[in-house]
């Protein structure tokens, strides 16, 4: 019961926090919404989704990411983005902790 | 080591792997990614409820004695929590394999696809600072799991980011 009533809370916020972007984005976006609708692909790869320029995803891309797999490209701009932030942070707090001893020294 | 801690562990390595593979949709295929990504949403509430503990004490105590670090790690993965119903907001509306398959089309809208790219971005850096934050119970509990009798037990390294 416990649980239910905590998935239901982690579920609500989602929902909000969702619903208020939903409508901030659609705000901001109604002038500039109709050139971008299109037709949404049919699931067995048919439609204006397949990457070829005219479609609504932009060139270049459906085709591959439709694929099986190729370069991870992705994983190793996701571990490079990661360790950036991560090193940042650690210089951050070393840093920190550095002074803190000068200071007190 | 507690169960609980072995269990949380386990789970934050097979959701950060999945994590890794969803994250880049031009390897594991559109498809992939998709059904992946809305099943890391499921691992994402069960994350939050090992920690459950952890976020109602903070909570509690946010303006009162909690550290600044735990405010920190607190404001963070609210950062990390609202950035993730982002990417999947936006991941379902522009879902070209998952939601068809189901039979739901939604209408499109390019600022969608946009905001899916900055938004998974933005996560990849909020991952980074969440990991390096946990990175002292990451560590211990990986050598009390892999190798017994470390000096530190993963609880205190628990408290001591508390």
Known sequence: MNIIFRVLIILVAASIIGALMYAAVNASDSSGLSAFEEGRPDGNGNGDGDGDGDGFRPAGEGRRERGGFGFPAGIIKAFVLMSIAGGIYSAIVWAGKKSKRAATA | ?162
Not at chain 2, 22 to 46: K, N, Q, T, Y
Not at chain 2, 62 to 89: E, P, Q, S, T
Not at chain 2, 135 to 158: D, E, M, P
């Open chain 2, 1 to 162: 080591m507690s169960a609980s801690n072995r269990s949380k562990l386990l789970l934050d390595i097979g959701a950060f792997l999945a994590f890794l593979i969803a994250m880049d949709p031009r390897f594991s295929g559109l498809a992939i990614h998709e059904w992946l990504s809305l099943a890391l949403g499921a691992v994402i509430i069960v994350h939050l409820l090992l920690n459950w503990e952890w976020i109602v004490n903070v909570t509690k105590r946010l303006f009162v004695k909690a550290k600044n670090g735990a405010r920190v790690n607190y404001v963070l993965n609210w950062l990390l929590f609202i950035d993730g119903i982002l990417i999947m907001l936006s991941g379902i509306l522009i879902s070209e394999a998952a939601l068809p398959a189901m039979g739901i089309t939604l209408p499109m809208n390019f600022a969608w696809r946009r905001l899916h790219d900055m938004s998974a971005n933005l996560f990849l850096v909020l991952m980074g600072l969440h990991l390096s934050m946990h990175w002292n119970w990451i560590v211990t509990t990986l050598k009390r799991l892999f190798l017994s009798g470390g000096q530190k037990t993963a609880a205190a390294a628990v408290k001591q980011e508390l």
